[in-house]
């Protein structure tokens, strides 16, 4: 695995950065694991009011070498920055090098806003594949539970796992408002028909908000409480042997785990993919648990959302730093003691960083103050 951190800092225990620049990637090492890529936006289909389907073709015949549960960023010339977005079909669904996601507009969102057009035959750049969300390699029973544009991901694993002939129960619920925020229902129930002979696939959406006298005969109120009083409580899915896979806001995923930690099932049964965007706290790195490892860096899907400073000034009102100067490597002279920063306005909310720190050193919990090998290390 590519590192820099080979150097031990005298008497601390503390590696610190490899000043042989030549040998040395570039600090960027951004993009070691993930291609960034020209593209086209080949199509763009209304799939509810507020959401809808974005059809993007890489240049030249190029394709990602993706797995079901990850996801893209795709950045726009007219924004500052790229947005994620998580591929919403399987690989083996896709023509080649073609990429679908589902788009849920956000209120007061830039690239919603900018997306409202019609934009096919634009350029765009498409950067992945990233994203740890998968299916496991167990053979318990799925419950997936997916809410708004959550269905991508969702959808993306369950197509895979029809494609694989996984010899296990699924019941993939979808929480939605009304009728009329459903999608794709057709297309998902008919996955029962590739799914693997012998063995339940079961799609099941619920609705929270549609008028009691419709004629809607499906599950109705929150999802996870549906799925708990129908399926777990009855004895259908049991707590003890299933995974559970979720995916979408952060509020329906928090309340859902919830929901299921109280019904007995185990944090380590349950896997996430949390659609996050500004709104979320940037996470903060404390470079006093910090040891330079790059894992953070090697994961990050945007430039400068992880910046290694030579000095930090000018804290904004939210106790943030608006004046950060960089360390270029060709030009230090080795020695870094300030290290990391989270620039929250480069930040796209992904956690990547947090889940990829082997040492818990990145958090959206840790004080917004950095903490620095400075304060721990007699230079
Ligand atoms: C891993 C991952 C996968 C995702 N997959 C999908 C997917 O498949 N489909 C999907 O629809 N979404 C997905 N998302 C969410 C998606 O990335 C966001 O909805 C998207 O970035 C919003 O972009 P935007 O430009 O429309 O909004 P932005 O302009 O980025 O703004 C988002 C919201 O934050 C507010 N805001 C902006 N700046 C600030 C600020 N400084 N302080 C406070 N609030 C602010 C805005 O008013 C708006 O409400 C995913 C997110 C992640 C992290
Ligand atoms: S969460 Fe971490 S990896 Fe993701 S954009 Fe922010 S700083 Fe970069
Ligand atoms: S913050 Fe964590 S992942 Fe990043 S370099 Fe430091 S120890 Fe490694």
Not at 23 to 51: C, F, M, W, Y
Not at 156 to 166: L, M, P, Q, T
Request: contains cysteine; charged residues 25%; aromatic residues 10%.
């Amino acid at each position: 695995m590519a590192s820099r951190s080979d150097f031990i800092y005298p008497n601390t225990g503390v590696p610190h950065r490899e000043t042989k620049v030549e040998s040395a990637p570039h600090p960027d090492v951004q993009n070691s694991r993930v291609k960034i890529k020209n593209a086209v936006i080949t199509g763009h289909e209304n799939l509810t009011d507020d959401t809808f389907l974005l059809t993007v073709k890489l240049d030249n015949g190029e394709v990602f070498n993706s797995h079901a549960g990850q996801y893209g960023t795709l950045k726009v010339d007219a924004l500052d920055k790229p947005r994620a977005f998580s591929f919403a079909k399987a690989p083996t669904s896709e023509k080649k090098g073609e990429y679908s996601f589902f788009i849920k507009q956000v209120p007061g969102g830039k690239f919603s806003e900018y997306l409202e057009e019609n934009r096919t035959g634009t350029k765009i750049v498409l950067s992945g594949p990233m994203g740890q969300f998968k299916i496991d390699e167990s053979d318990e029973d799925m419950v997936c539970i997916a809410g708004g544009s959550g269905l991508s991901a969702i959808n993306a694993i369950v197509e895979s796992a029809a494609h694989e002939k996984v010899k296990r129960n699924c019941y993939f619920f979808y929480g939605a408002r009304a009728q009329k925020d459903l999608y794709l229902v057709d297309e998902i129930t008919a996955i029962e028909k590739k799914w693997a002979k012998g063995y339940t696939f079961k799609f099941i959406p619920v609705l929270s908000e549609e008028p009691e006298d419709s004629d809607w005969e499906g599950g109705r109120g929150f999802v996870t409480d549906f799925f708990k009083e129908n399926y777990l409580k009855t004895g259908v899915v049991k707590a003890e042997s299933c995974k559970a896979f979720f995916c979408g806001p952060p509020p329906m995923i928090n309340a859902g785990a919830k929901v299921l930690e109280e019904a007995g099932v185990s944090e380590e049964s349950m896997f996430f993919d949390k659609f996050e965007d500004a709104r979320s706290p940037a996470p903060v790195i404390d470079n006093s648990k910090c040891v330079l490892c790059d894992e953070c860096l090697l994961v990050k899907p945007t430039a400068d959302c992880i910046v290694e400073t030579a000095k930090l000034s000018d804290i904004k009102d939210n106790g943030r730093f608006s004046n950060i100067k960089r360390v270029d490597p060709a030009f230090t002279s080795g020695l870094y003691y300030n290290t990391l920063y989270i620039n929250e306005d480069k930040c796209i909310r992904c956690y990547a960083c947090v889940h990829a720190c082997p040492h818990k050193a990145i958090s959206p919990n840790h004080d917004l103050e950095p903490k620095t090998l400075r304060n721990i290390v007699e230079i």
